[in-house]
């Protein structure tokens, strides 16, 4: 039987596993209780890990986070924006899609939760991501876009993308997010 510690005071109270944590409403304590040691060989061995076997999930986080990014690319398309390029690797950082509306370039990270997720898309982009991107952005202005004079400005959007129960993709699109 395994059991577990728990620091009461300056005694250790052991208890079987099964047994919830005692509230104590007196000033009474427990009864020390000592537990003779076990030899490794008398030591059950730890149950194996479940693995989950990636063949039987219905979806992947690499399909799913490709399937969010093929969907804000159609959506993009839809609205009349041009796509340059996906998953476009600038340094060590990835841009998920560069964009063209007219003369502006647009970065665009996309995120996607499950369904069972307590956070919403856009509410994980972190600050050190925005600072990740933000610099790679500026860094591919430097390189491609500054002498072109067709294009004005660089703006960074975000894009969450969440699928219904028929697995049609829900896009939520904040224009200048950072």
Excluded: C
Aim: net charge positive; charged share 35%.
């Amino acid at each position: 039987m395994q059991r577990r510690r728990f620091r009461h005071g300056r005694r250790h109270l052991t208890l079987p596993r099964d047994e919830p944590f005692p509230l104590f409403t007196s000033d009474k304590r427990p009864p020390r209780t000592r537990e003779r040691s076990t030899s490794s060989v008398d030591r059950a061995a730890p149950a194996a890990s479940k693995r989950i076997d990636p063949s039987t999930t219905t979806r992947t986080r690499q399909e799913s986070g490709a399937r969010a990014e093929d969907a804000a690319a159609n959506y993009f398309e839809l609205i009349g924006y041009s796509i340059l390029a996906r998953n476009l690797r600038v340094g060590r950082a990835e841009i998920d899609l560069l964009v063209r509306d007219d003369d502006v370039i647009v970065v665009v990270e996309v995120r996607t939760r499950g369904p069972g997720s307590y956070q919403r898309p856009l509410d994980s982009i972190t600050p050190a991501k925005r600072r990740r991107l933000r610099a790679a952005g500026e860094s591919l202005w430097r390189k491609r876009f500054l002498k072109d004079q067709q294009i004005s400005r660089m703006r960074f959007d975000a894009v969450g993308v969440t699928f219904d129960e028929n697995d049609k993709p829900i896009v939520e699109h904040i224009r200048a997010a950072f």
